[in-house]
């Protein structure tokens, strides 16, 4: 069982679709992030839950819509998202917010915006 | 502003030794992380440094320098697995937020 899981890996949709990623950490972490990676681009954090509390927005529109259920579970609502949206979209976790904590991350989910 | 910088791609050859360099210049320093991902993979942990020096684990090496905002991992006996992306990030202190580098593609050749 990895540390992390994502799904699904792989998702394409339409721009007036609506659909959603899920994240699930199995390390008993209490700190749950959000990133965007596009091709030859830094990694963007969009958003981070701390203790099921979200703690950072960045600026991400309000076409992503996270969701913390519990401290295991992050989900990301996508709709009416935009072809510039295509992009792999990972999940990390950490013991705890900051203090030099290692970030583990799942195998994130590939989005493709038609 | 914030910034780091890591070259884009790097060739070596299996066996050698290859040296990948990060500048940052960031309002806060609590450390600078590096990652390692492989095409299509999650990113895995690699080092973390927050007092200048170089810290050692096997083939890997991460030295830095807070003085001049610079970082380098080392990668020893390159092996053909080596072949991945290398991800360079600072933490701020003031919101413990990571601030990525773009990554470096290193490429190993027999």
């Known amino acids: 069982e990895t540390g992390v899981t994502q799904t699904p890996r792989h998702l394409v949709m339409g721009m007036t679709n609506k659909k959603s990623l899920k994240c699930e950490q199995h390390?008993?972490?209490?700190?749950m992030y959000w990133y965007k990676q596009s091709a030859k681009k830094p990694l963007e954090l969009m958003f981070v839950?701390?203790?099921?509390?979200?703690?950072e927005n960045n600026s991400v529109p309000s076409r992503f819509s996270p969701e913390c259920p519990n401290s295991s579970h992050l989900f990301l609502h996508l709709h009416t998202l935009q072809p510039e949206d295509s992009a792999l979209y990972l999940c990390a976790s950490s013991q705890k917010l900051g203090g030099g904590g290692e970030l583990f991350f799942g195998e994130g989910s590939r989005l493709t915006v038609l | 502003g914030q910034n780091i910088d890591q070259p884009t791609e790097m060739t070596a050859t299996e066996g050698a030794i290859v040296q990948i360099n990060c500048t940052y210049q960031?309002?806060?320093?609590?450390?600078l992380f590096w990652y390692q991902q492989h095409a299509g993979e999650a990113p895995t942990f690699l080092s973390y440094n927050v007092l200048d020096g170089l810290e050692e684990k096997g083939r890997f090496s991460s030295f830095l320098s807070r003085s001049k905002g610079y970082s380098y991992l080392l990668l020893k006996e390159l092996q053909m697995k080596d072949s991945a992306s290398y991800l360079c990030?600072?933490?701020?202190?003031?919101?413990?937020?990571?601030?990525w580098g773009a990554g470096t593609k290193l490429i190993i050749k027999p």
């Open positions: 990030a600072v933490m701020e202190d003031s919101n413990y937020q990571l601030i």
């Open positions: 390390l008993g972490h209490n700190a």
């Open positions: 960031t309002s806060g320093f609590n450390g």
């Open positions: 839950y701390n203790f099921k509390e979200q703690t």
